[in-house]
């Protein structure tokens, strides 16, 4: 009986193993993903936005934003912005004008899919979002 648990264990720790293993680099996104965010922007107003961004692979990225703010729809032109992927497959970025804003990310599922999270100092922002490969 013993022995029976034993392998199936061993494989399950192996696998666990081998995916803790997994390494990123700027290469990991790349291509188009849609993104669906929510949260609130100074003033604590409400916010939601969906959009597009594209990843070249070598740490440029652009963007394109269809936002709600307090029920007012804000459509943000194009934007462009870096981005830098850790090893550990976590993500910093920063978008250009007109964003001009910070995030940190977690990429997910083989670089199908990123959570990211608003990080600009002292923008009073709170947004955090889902995105996947288009």
Not at 66 to 94: I, L, Q
Not at 104 to 110: E, L, R, S
Request: charged share 15%; hydrophobic share 35%.
């Amino acid at each position: 009986m013993c022995r029976k648990l034993f392998v199936p264990m061993l494989l399950l720790v192996a696998s666990v193993l081998s995916a803790s293993a997994e390494t990123c680099s700027n290469a990991t996104l790349h291509g188009s993903y849609g993104l669906h965010a929510t949260g609130t922007v100074p003033g604590g107003l409400p916010f939601a936005a969906v959009g597009r961004f594209t990843f070249d692979g070598k740490g440029n990225l652009t963007g394109k934003l269809f936002v709600r703010v307090n029920g007012n729809n804000v459509e943000p032109p194009e934007f462009s912005g870096t981005y830098s992927v850790s090893p550990d497959c976590t993500v910093t970025d920063s978008w250009g004008p007109p964003i001009n804003s910070t995030h940190v990310a977690v990429i997910v599922d083989d670089g199908k899919q990123y959570a990211i999270l608003s990080n600009t100092a002292g923008s009073g922002e709170t947004i955090s979002g889902d995105a996947k490969r288009q």
